[in-house]
């Protein structure tokens, strides 16, 4: 069984929407890394409604270190109590220090570490930490390989727009307890991909803001905003998936500012120019765009913005001419949890 | 017209990598505070040099919203250019500035660069901006003539130029009918390109 941006839907379905208090992942035999954090996300808001999910977690050793190594038992282990501040000091501390590893978690973290993870699950809470947290993405990348510069450059603006959009949207209503705001990297041995996630008030809610409207709108609550312009009276009247739409093709913002928005339209054309996937999820809904075409669907609704990018490798020259040069023979092993089978060995 | 006075501000100062609109916001003050230590025809030159990566949010809030201010004539005839070693560097400012339908001068490249536009700006203020910034100045009915369009058509589009700051107007005969206006190039007479 593989857990996959797909496969992870059915998790979402038993967990939301047929109330299922428990998983049983145990034939589990890949994740991939936006299913990571979405899963994290689940099991923290099941812990946060008051109804904790029993998991019993996957068998592979594979699974389990790469796990390990993404920090993905530090971060899910984190207790309901904590303030995002203390979050980040265990996470600063990494798994070695983490209270939630046991040792042989920790030393099989840092096995597995080398061998496609490229950065593990940080946190995402203030804006004064984006650019930090960027530029250690950006060093765990370069050291892994040598990059063209121009696409470099334009994957790390595209982590500087996604990491600050968490702070600056996820709790734009300032009623939710923690987004918990997190993202990860990872190398499947064909693409880098890039997964980032929060469980804040997502896109729908967000473009309400702009009206001033604090809670769920109704078509009533749209109808008293009759004075409004016409455009914004839509936008207060959104569905999720309307919303995902408006702001991934149309750039919709919250603000009037006109230099506002338009951020997740360009990420999202850039990545598919470069033949990249892109899957965002909001509320009850999902866009999965890949070369073969793409749709919005109707999904189990979950709290905040949940986004994966599927970058080819080839598009940062990874893999290429470098080893033949002299340059550094990338290590990303093919299919991560297949590939780390193989160290099972 | 007396030259203008030039003041150059590195925006590494800042950081090499410059993301969040946090970041961008506190960088605007210390470059509007650059900008009004000119004098009012003084001209402010960015510097990307050094710079490795400028997002949009950042650049929005540092310079597309001190466009949109000068623009607004808040700070006279105050101008901001861009110099940039590489055109990638300042590809989501030109988006931004499109977003707010605003243009700004970029030289791309070291002193001898390209002088490129940035943001949205139709072809034709485009040709006349070229027009201009080669011959370094002209009256509207000069650009007129070599453009091949009636003076009232020139005239609106070189108003447009005045307004985003991507020239310079000088009143020549006040004693005229109308007020007669010489209109300057701001970059040093080489040829813009869109883009």
Redesign the interface.
Do not use: A, H, P, W
């Given at each position: 069984m593989r857990l996959t941006s797909e496969t992870i839907e059915d998790v979402l379905d038993l967990v939301l929407v047929e109330a299922e208090c428990s998983l049983d992942l145990r034939d589990v035999g890949s994740i991939d890394v936006y299913a990571l954090l979405l899963l994290d996300l689940v099991v923290r808001h099941a812990r946060e409604s008051g109804a904790p999910l029993r998991v019993t977690w996957p068998e592979s050793p594979s699974v389990r270190r790469w796990m390990t190594a993404m920090h993905f038992f530090v971060d899910v282990k984190t207790g309901l109590a904590s303030r995002p501040a203390e979050r980040n000091a265990a996470q600063g501390t990494r798994v070695e220090s983490g209270g939630a590893a046991n040792a042989s978690e920790r030393a099989a973290g840092s096995f597995a570490l080398g061998a496609s993870t490229l950065a593990p699950i940080v946190s995402i809470d203030r804006e004064d930490d984006v650019s930090r947290l960027v530029g250690s993405f950006d060093d765990r990348l370069s050291d892994r390989y040598p990059m063209d510069e121009s696409p470099r450059r334009r994957f790390l603006r595209i982590l500087l727009e996604l990491f600050q959009n968490i702070p600056q949207h996820a709790n734009a209503t300032g009623d939710v307890l923690d987004p918990h705001g997190i993202a990860a990297m990872h190398d499947d041995g064909h693409s880098v991909v890039l997964a980032i996630a929060d469980k804040g008030i997502g896109l729908a809610r967000s473009l309400r803001l702009c009206l001033g409207l604090r809670s769920g709108s109704s078509e009533q609550a749209c109808l008293a905003q009759a004075g409004l312009e016409q455009s914004r009276l839509e936008q207060a009247c959104l569905s999720d998936a309307d919303a995902l739409r408006a702001v991934v093709f149309d750039g919709r913002s919250r603000f009037r500012d006109p230099g506002r928005g338009h951020e997740l339209e360009r990420i999202f054309r850039l990545v598919r120019s470069w033949e990249g996937t892109v899957v965002v999820r909001s509320g009850s809904a999902l866009l999965y765009q890949s070369e073969a075409g793409g749709d919005v669907v109707d999904v189990a609704p979950f709290p905040g913005v949940q986004i994966a990018l599927s970058i080819p490798r080839a598009v940062f020259g990874i893999g290429e001419a470098a080893f033949g040069k002299g340059g550094v023979e990338p290590r990303g092993d093919p299919g991560f949890n297949e590939g780390n089978e193989e160290n099972d060995a | 017209m007396k030259a203008m006075k030039k003041t150059t501000l590195e925006i590494s100062q800042f950081?090499r990598?410059?993301?969040?609109?946090?970041?961008g916001a506190a960088a605007r003050r210390t470059l509007l505070a650059a900008l009004d230590d000119l004098p009012p025809d003084g001209q402010l030159v960015l510097s990307l040099r050094d710079l490795?990566?400028?997002?949009?949010?950042?650049a929005?809030?540092a310079i597309?919203?001190i466009c949109?201010l000068l623009s607004s004539g808040l700070h006279g005839d105050r101008t901001l250019v861009v110099a940039s070693p590489s055109a990638?560097?300042v590809?989501?400012l030109s988006?931004?500035l499109a977003?707010?339908?605003l243009a700004l001068l970029c030289r791309v490249g070291g002193t001898k660069g390209t002088w490129r536009v940035l943001g949205a700006l139709a072809r034709p203020l485009v040709d006349t901006l070229e027009l201009l910034n080669e011959r370094g100045s002209a009256t509207t009915k000069e650009l007129a003539d070599t453009l091949g369009i009636p003076p009232n058509a020139c005239h609106n589009r070189v108003r447009r130029l005045v307004r985003l700051r991507l020239v310079r107007e000088e009143k020549i005969d006040t004693a005229a009918p109308n007020t007669q206006y010489r209109f300057h190039a701001i970059v040093g007479g080489l040829t813009a390109r869109a883009g």
């Open positions: - | 950081g990598r410059l993301g969040t609109r946090l970041e490795d990566v400028l997002s949009g949010s950042f929005d809030e597309g919203k949109q990638d560097l590809e989501d988006d931004k977003q707010r339908k």
